[in-house]
């Protein structure tokens, strides 16, 4: 693991106290262009999230129907019932974006194995580069609005469920999050750069209570418009 990685987990409260935690739950505010160009507008708007922080494993509610939550793990993504029957499932839920490119609609299952694997991945970083099978390597350093940031190259195995499996994560000098950049392979790979701020600190974790994704340019800047995706985070709470 390289040295970017572990002070990015000791800024953000540490793998010791990360390890004592199973699980984190927040309230999200969900907005942007994607929804509506997915065909789910407004599903996602005010929901609750749940994910496991040493497995992958993330449920959303209510989904669509206020008796009704999701359930994802990379190999298997259902909607459910408050009392665990099964609505729908979908095994190998992956395979089903094939072809898809970044104005493809997307069900339901789709839906919801995005959004468990994105939040997954927000709610866990950095502490998931301690995983095993994730490769990390600092690259060379950024500019933007008068910073330099650090950064650092993720490769996830194959077992991740994500966005892709190489990424960028960018740092300030005291090694906390500022911007993570990543293909959406489930659309087609699109470019895109994700923003993070406003971090608050929550059973003495920091958490980024505010996103927000742009497209990516050739030049690995930001795209000024549209605003992909924003989510903004609340009620934070580790058990």
């Known amino acids: 693991m390289s040295e970017l990685a572990t002070l990015a987990m000791d800024a953000h409260g540490g793998l010791d106290r990360w390890r004592e935690l199973k699980t984190v739950s927040a309230r999200l505010f969900q907005d942007g262009v994607l929804w509506k160009l997915k065909g789910q507008d407004g599903v996602l708007r005010d929901v609750h999230v749940t994910v496991d922080l040493h ?13 009704r939550h999701t359930s ?3 190999e ?12 729908e499932e979908r095994l190998n839920p992956r395979e089903s974006f094939k072809g898809h ?15 468990g694997y994105a939040m997954w991945t927000y709610l866990n970083t950095p502490f998931l ?10 690259i060379g350093p950024w500019q933007e609005n008068g910073e330099t940031w650090r950064r650092l190259k993720v490769t996830f195995p194959a077992g991740i469920a994500t966005h892709s499996a190489g990424q960028t994560f960018y740092f300030d000098q005291s090694g906390l999050l500022k911007r993570q950049d990543y293909g959406v392979d489930v ?3 699109t470019a895109a750069a994700h ?9 003495g974790i920091l ?14 800047k930001a795209a000024p418009a549209p605003l992909v995706v924003s989510i903004d985070v609340r009620d934070v709470k580790f058990s």
């Not at 497995?55 to 008796?67: C, I």
């Not at 490119?101 to 959004?115: C, E, K, M, N, R």
């Open 101 to 115: 490119v970044l104005d493809t609609p997307w069900d339901s299952l789709q839906l919801a194995y995005f959004a």
């Open 76 to 87: 298997r993504v259902a909607i459910e019932t408050s009392n665990g029957d099964v609505v």
């Open 129 to 138: 580069f301690a995983l095993p099978g994730v490769e990390t390597e600092e």
């Open 207 to 220: 958490v980024p209570t505010k996103h927000t994704i742009f497209g990516r340019q050739p030049d690995g």
């Open 72 to 74: 994802f793990r990379p």
């Open 195 to 203: 923003y993070v701020s406003e971090l608050e600190e929550f059973s």
């Open 187 to 189: 659309s087609g790979g």
């Open 55 to 67: 497995e992958e494993w993330a449920s959303h509610r209510p989904f669509g129907h206020p008796d």
